[in-house]
């Protein structure tokens, strides 16, 4: 219904803009580190890594629905960049923005953590890895006494000594995303042993880093070649994506930098909902999805500062419930720094993927349920 769009929010809804999800976090902005995250296109000055397209790309129809004032306005107002909406395979709506177009690469931020965690997802079913409770120290020996394990790295329930501060310009975050050398950070790891090893919520940029660090360690070759082969040609990636990577040492930033386009952000929802389960046993899978196939749990209220009862997290994914058309709904998918957003509602089969500069307005829950609620009722 339209008058979402133009209607106020109640007070619990607005309080959803402070919410930091998916590598957000507060602190004073640094101009320094501002284009680590306000400046999110693809920039031809950078280093990276590419990942070619794939030879049999997903198919991608026009879309059936019109894009009216509304809608668009409603956009503007939000900072989205791209939007689309899939019934299926059936695209809905696709939406560009601010210079946007289908061609354009874009920082998915923390969604290529997802894409790692599904990675692992695949050595686990290769037999690289053993189970997701072998010690990360077995590829990783500088972890030897940690305890942690590939299931609490996947979890975000990992004890490092980590927050996740991206507009702290000191902070271990900025040095992770701009720095010419961040080895130190997985090499020489420091633990916060005021808990244990999966006893504690805690999102972090680094587990992303140390995940792709143990998987080019089980499989002896770069992230960007492994996440290519496990990950972006069995999607049907149609365009080239381009990873950042730092200069000195020429290692991929994992849970930062991944530039691709809407299309195949959409092409990885959609692989992330059907083909994924070719690629990776059942109980990941299932972890990957949470409540929505009998696992997982929603988070407390006091359990993050980053994080409402709203949202809950499993095997690197997120998941995400809202009242929809009368009825609560259920949903999972991936989320990034600045609205990015990837989540797929299997009441409806209905994808969507999410470009922007910031998070929306009023927060990710209702700019999803405004968005979602527009293209079901012009469906009728």
């Not at 874009?106 to 053993?130: D, P, Y």
């Not at 900025?174 to 961040?182: I, K, N």
């Not at 949470?290 to 993050?304: D, I, K, T």
């Not at 997290?313 to 809202?322: A, C, E, L, Q």
């Amino acid at each position: 219904m339209r008058h979402f769009f133009k209607t106020a929010l109640t007070a619990s809804a607005a309080a959803m803009t402070v919410l930091l999800i998916g590598c957000e976090a507060t602190g004073p902005a640094s101009s320094k580190v501002g284009r680590l995250f306000i400046e999110s296109h693809f920039n031809e000055d950078g280093t990276y890594a590419a990942l070619p397209a794939s030879s049999a790309p997903r198919p991608f129809d026009e879309d059936r629905l019109e894009n009216d004032i509304d809608l668009v306005s409603f956009l503007r107002r939000n900072s989205v960049h791209s939007l689309i909406v899939s019934e299926g395979d059936d695209v809905m709506l696709e939406t560009y923005l601010h210079g946007h177009d289908p061609e354009t690469l874009w920082n998915a931020h923390g969604i290529s953590t997802t894409m790692v965690s599904a990675a692992v997802g695949v050595a686990l079913k290769e037999g690289r890895i053993k189970s997701v409770d072998q010690y990360i120290s077995l590829d990783l020996p500088q972890f030897g006494g940690s305890g942690i394990t590939w299931r609490h790295l996947l979890t975000m329930t990992a004890n490092l000594d980590y927050t996740e501060a991206p507009h702290l310009l000191k902070s271990k975050t900025v040095q992770l995303f701009s720095a010419d050398d961040f080895s130190a950070l997985i090499d020489e790891p420091s633990l916060d042993e005021s808990f244990e090893p999966g006893t504690r919520f805690h999102y972090s940029s680094l587990v992303a880093q140390i995940m792709a660090e143990g998987l080019e360690a089980v499989y002896e070759q770069p992230l960007q070649d492994i996440i290519t082969d496990k990950i972006w040609h069995p999607m049907g990636a149609g365009e080239a994506a381009q990873w950042d990577i730092a200069d000195a040492t020429q290692q991929v930033r994992a849970g930062y930098g991944l530039h691709m386009t809407a299309r195949d952000l959409w092409r990885l929802g959609r692989f992330m909902t059907i083909e994924i389960e070719d690629h990776v046993g059942p109980d990941f899978v299932a972890e990957m999805r949470g409540p929505v196939a009998g696992r997982g749990r929603f988070f407390r209220r006091a359990e993050s500062r980053l994080v409402s009862p709203d949202w809950g997290y499993g095997y690197g994914s997120w998941f995400v419930r809202f009242p929809l058309n009368g009825e609560m709904v259920a949903g999972y998918g991936s989320i990034g720094f600045g609205g990015q957003t990837l989540l797929h509602i299997p009441r409806y089969d209905m994808t969507i993927a999410v470009q922007a500069r910031v998070v929306p307005r009023d927060g990710r829950v209702n700019f999803i349920k405004s968005v979602l609620e527009h293209v079901l009722n012009l469906e009728g």
